[in-house]
């Protein structure tokens, strides 16, 4: 895990690097400050390391030219055109009902801004204090935003293990209506025999990918469903849609698109 980066700021901006700073060495990373003069593509593509940056639009991390924060305010136009009827992860988590619902694979947090917007109320957990502190600013921003706040304010980080977070819950004896989990590199255990070529990776995936590299079967989140069980009514996985079930469990309650699929399971013991 990433534990020192670099943090490029115009003076314009040096105050809001210092409280990034001083967040981030709270939470074990350790940044180290640069005043530039223009924060731009030019100065981003001849600086290729992995650092964070700070402008007008707030944290950011970069590397080869590249920039990515969560756009929550680039999820607007999806937002403004869902409905419980046309997302199927909405289906498939029953957002109708309003769920109280842990998201335990946060990543850039579009999945749980779009299942608040449409009424749940959800625990984010991330665990990456670098990646936490993104999602953080960027929920912070979106609570002043007129389109988002709303979703937004439904919305609760929390900075933790997933793993060690469910399993709390369930020494809690607390059941929530439906844990949420999009494991982070599901192309590792894809259906070999039926797999086709993977598109490129975007651009934010592959920044994420520099800042969580794989590191074991742990990314897999195959030790996430057995401890969700114990205390979801509904566990909902998303998958490639040829992907193996996650944990080799597997479940005829599925929801299938074009090119992923959301599997659910069941725990009608906890339905009381």
């Known amino acids: 895990m990433v534990s020192a980066l670099r943090l490029y700021a115009e003076q314009t901006f040096v105050e809001q690097a210092q409280h990034y700073a001083a967040v981030l060495g709270m939470r074990g990373v350790s940044v180290e400050i640069e005043l530039i003069e223009k924060l731009g593509s030019r100065f ?88 936490f502190t993104l999602l953080e600013d960027t929920q912070q921003r979106a609570l002043d935003d007129k389109i988002l706040h709303a979703a937004a304010a439904r919305i609760r980080l929390v900075f933790s293990d997933s793993a060690d977070y469910l399993a709390q819950q369930a020494s809690l004896v607390q059941v929530v209506d439906v844990v949420y989990l999009d494991p982070m590199f599901p192309q590792r255990d894809q259906n070999q025999n039926a797999a086709k070529k993977q598109a490129q990776v975007k651009k934010q995936m592959q920044l994420l990918h520099m800042l969580l590299p794989e590191d074991g079967e742990m990314d897999l ?52």
């Open 221 to 272: 989140g195959d030790h996430l469903l057995p401890l969700a069980q114990k205390i979801a009514k509904r566990v909902v996985v998303k998958r490639p849609r040829l992907a193996v079930f996650l944990a080799g469990q597997s479940t005829e309650h599925q929801w299938l698109g074009d090119a992923c699929r959301f599997d659910a399971y069941f725990q009608h013991d906890l339905n009381t």
């Open 44 to 131: 981003l593509r001849l600086n290729p390391e992995l650092a964070l940056c700070v402008d007008q639009d707030g944290l950011w991390l970069a590397a080869n030219g590249m920039k990515m924060q969560p756009d929550w305010k680039g999820e607007s136009g999806r937002l403004k055109r869902a409905s419980l009827k046309s997302e199927m992860i909405a289906r498939a988590c029953n957002i109708a009902e309003k769920p109280r619902l842990i998201d335990a694979t946060a990543g850039l947090g579009h999945d749980s801004l779009l299942m608040a917007h449409l009424g749940a109320h959800v625990t984010l957990v991330e665990r990456h204090p670098i990646l």
